[in-house]
Structure formats: structure tokens, C-alpha cells
């Protein structure tokens, strides 16, 4: 079950700027909670959504997301050589914002 997310908590934490530009990604990864602890904890994006510990949605300005978390590949083999992977995204903070930030996954991920 689908469960928003209130503005009470979105009031308590500082949010990355709204004019961030990164299209629309949806991410595979191990764990929600943890995903969420660096998506949205440290780099401030805003949780939109969340289906329990399989998905997250997560976006910058009120877009219903950016980010989109899950696991449904829980268990698969990580990418080989020879597959089609994500091997690096990148996040654009105007200029004016307060960080420049750019993520990237090496294939360790």
C-alpha cells in the first residue's frame, strides 16, 4: 500500500533546490532505508512515495519524481560485463545553489 509522505516532515529538513535538473531515472537497489539515507538524508531530495520496502519515489520541487528507488530485482545477479548497466548518472545543481554535486556509480555498485 502507497503511503505519502506529510510536509511536516519536509519542514524539519533542508531540500535541494527545486531548479535541479536530472530528467527521470529509476534506480535498482538492495535496500529502500538505506537508499532513502543518502538520496533524501544527505543529498535532500524530497520522499514523494513510498510502497513500503520496495519502492521510494523521490524528487527536487514537488515533482511527483525524479528518483524513482525499488526492489524488485532483489536477488537478481548483478549486470556482467557484457549487459546493459547504469554505469554513471550525473545531478546538476545551478550554479547559484549552495554545493555543486555530481554522483557517479562505478561498476562496483
Known amino acids: ?7 511536516d516532515a519536509a519542514k524539519t529538513k533542508r531540500s535541494i533546490d527545486p531548479r535541479v535538473d536530472i530528467g527521470h531515472v529509476h534506480l535498482k537497489v538492495a535496500d529502500i532505508d538505506r537508499s532513502l539515507g543518502f ?4 543529498l ?9 520496502d520496495q519502492a521510494a519515489f523521490i524528487s527536487a ?5 525524479h ?5 524488485w530485482a532483489a536477488g537478481a545477479a548483478p549486470a556482467g560485463d557484457d549487459d546493459a548497466r ?10 547559484n545553489g549552495e554545493t555543486t554535486l555530481t554522483v557517479e556509480f562505478q561498476t562496483r555498485f
Open 39 to 42: 538520496y533524501r538524508d544527505i
Open 67 to 71: 528518483l524513482g528507488l525499488n526492489t
Open 86 to 95: 547504469l554505469l554513471e548518472w550525473e545531478v546538476a545543481v545551478p550554479a
Open 61 to 65: 520541487g514537488g515533482y511527483h519524481h
Open 44 to 52: 535532500g531530495f524530497d520522499e514523494m512515495q513510498r510502497h513500503g
Open 1 to 7: 500500500m502507497s503511503e505519502a509522505v506529510g510536509n
